[in-house]
Every structure is written in C-alpha cells, then in structure tokens.
Nanobody
Framework: VQLQASGGGSVQAGGSLRLSCAAS????????MGWYRQAPGKQRELVAS???????NYAESVKGRFTISKENAKDVVYLQMSGLKPEDTAVYYC?????????????WGQGTKVTVSS
C-alpha cells in the first residue's frame, strides 16, 4: 500500500487547513486510515482515524475542531482542520492499518508539515 499525503502548510491561529491522503495498491477490505502527528521533542500521537465502515475516532485535543472523512471509491481520506492552534503545529503522517488473518500491518505516508502561528 502506498500513501500520498498533501495539504500541509502555514496558517495563523484560528485558520483552517485540509489534509488529504490517497491510498493505492490496497486489496484489503478491513482497514483503518488515520492521521498521526509528531511535534518536535514529542511522541507521535493519533489525531483522528476512520475505519473501512466509517467509524471515526478523535484525540480529545481536536474534537470539535477537526473532521476526518473518506471517499470510498478512491480510498482517499481527508482531515479538515479548523480553529487551528499553535499547539497543532507538527508533522502530520497518514497511516493505513490493514487487518487480515495475518493480524495487522501499518503503512505510512510521508509527513506533511503544519505550522500554526499565533
């Protein structure tokens, strides 16, 4: 599975950005796609995820501000980020977790940087 992420950039606090992640080469019917982020000096953390059946999960810190959605026909996931705060500054990584009889496998896209200035 290859993941192509896009949409990062710089924005002022209170602004919005939309990240996109397109998955290609997947033959898995059961999976979770999500966004993780890693700020300097911090561990990578889950931001939001959406399963193949549409179940979503959000970090407490982004609930009510970020929305994850997916376009099934194209295996594309979007992260709409609104009300951005300086603490949202990080490199954001797209993740594809495939499930099968093998257990689970993680695939990662390249990071896309989000910078929020105050």
């Amino acid at each position: 599975v290859q993941l192509q992420a896009s949409g990062g950039g710089s924005v002022q606090a209170g602004g919005s950005l939309r990240l996109s992640c397109a998955a290609s080469g997947s033959t898995f019917s059961t999976y979770v796609m999500g966004w993780y982020r890693q700020a300097p000096g911090k561990q990578r953390e889950l931001v939001a995820s959406i399963s193949s059946v549409g179940t979503t999960n959000y970090a407490e810190s982004v609930k009510g501000r970020f929305t994850i959605s997916k376009e099934n026909a194209k295996d594309v996931v979007y992260l709409q980020m609104s009300g951005l705060k300086p603490e949202d500054t990080a490199v954001y990584y797209c993740n594809f977790r495939a499930y099968g009889i093998f257990g689970s496998n993680d695939y990662w896209g390249q990071g896309t940087k989000v910078t929020v200035s105050s």
